[in-house]
């Protein structure tokens, strides 16, 4: 099973997220989009950060997941690969994200948006979105 996929889109960056449960669609998510910084690592050394989002529905949820990370991935210089759930709901998750210092991004993204962003279950079990990215 695929876990995600880039898609062409001009100006912007959209992937294609694939899990099979609601939490294993969010680190897929979590990959994608940190894949594509083509960032540079620094180093072996591994960081830990907390993260805490509430909201009111599963798409804010996933909007406001990647969102914070990106923030978080700014301003610390860090890519994170790896999660440790520690609650998940369609409204809110705790969670402790595993990153590495980098050198620099190769590509900037901006944020994530809630442009045709719609979380379905398809036929076979398996999760499916398709988020777009500013860049």
Do not use: C, P
Request: aromatic letters at 12%; zero cysteines; proline letters at 0%.
């Amino acid at each position: 099973m695929k876990k995600y996929e880039i898609l062409e889109h001009k100006a912007d960056l959209k992937i294609r997220v694939f899990g099979r449960t609601k939490k294993q669609l969010f680190e897929n998510a979590l990959l994608g989009m940190t894949n594509s910084f083509l960032a540079e690592i620094t180093g072996k050394e591994f960081t830990a950060r907390f993260i805490k989002i509430k909201t009111l529905n599963l798409n804010s949820l996933l909007v406001d997941f990647l969102n914070e990370i990106l923030y978080l991935s700014q301003i610390n210089k860090e890519i994170y690969s790896k999660i440790k759930f520690k609650k998940f709901s369609d409204t809110e998750i705790e969670a402790e994200l595993i990153g590495q210092k980098i050198k620099r991004f190769n590509l900037d993204i901006k944020a994530a948006t809630y442009h045709n962003l719609d979380i379905t279950r398809l036929k076979n079990g398996i999760w499916q979105t398709i988020v777009l990215f500013d860049i």
